[in-house]
């Protein structure tokens, strides 16, 4: 039933508690997972000042996102999982929904709230918009 599972990580604290929750649905009968990291296209486009280092400062974000994920990635194989890694530019939400389909995720793990994480939140605006629009169901880590 959870045999493939999308994890997004934006690496916020509560993203990284969520891990542990990926970890053991390997007893629930997980065998892949695949660990997203959107690059939002609206912060990047704040960041470029100059559109000739648009490219260059995507590969930035992105080298950094795949350093970070690598120990993730190296962690979940040693707990038995197959990984895959996806790296992507948009808007985070839109993206999520998009890669579960294209995986055919059929459990998505994700934090409550991630990198702001506002104190009076109920939840942020990503995990909202991926429970109301997700397919399959998402498992929500609390912070
Ligand atoms: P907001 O972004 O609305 O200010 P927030 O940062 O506290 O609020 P969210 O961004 O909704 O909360 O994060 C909730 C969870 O969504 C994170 O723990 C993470 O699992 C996932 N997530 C958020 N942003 C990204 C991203 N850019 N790429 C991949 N996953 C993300
Ligand atoms: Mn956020």
Not at 69 to 91: A, D, M, N, P, Y
Not at 105 to 110: D, E, F, K, M, P
Request: charged share 25%; hydrophobic share 40%; proline share 3%.
């Amino acid at each position: 039933m959870f045999t493939t599972i999308l994890y997004p990580t934006d690496f916020s604290d509560v993203a990284q508690k969520a891990l542990k929750y990926v970890e053991q649905l390997k007893y629930a009968g997980a065998q892949e997972v695949t660990i997203l990291h959107v690059i939002d296209i609206r912060s990047l486009e704040l960041l470029v000042w100059d559109p000739e280092n648009y490219k260059t400062i995507e590969n930035d974000l992105r080298e950094s996102a795949l350093n970070k994920i690598s120990f993730i990635q190296r962690h979940l194989e040693k707990s038995g999982l197959r990984v895959k890694v996806r790296i992507e530019t948009g808007i985070p939400a839109s993206k999520i929904l998009r890669v579960e389909k294209e995986e055919n995720a059929t459990i998505i793990v994700l934090g409550s709230h991630g990198r702001s994480n506002v104190k009076d939140m109920f939840l942020g605006s990503v995990s909202e918009r991926v429970i109301r629009n997700a397919t399959s169901p998402v498992l929500v880590v609390k912070r």
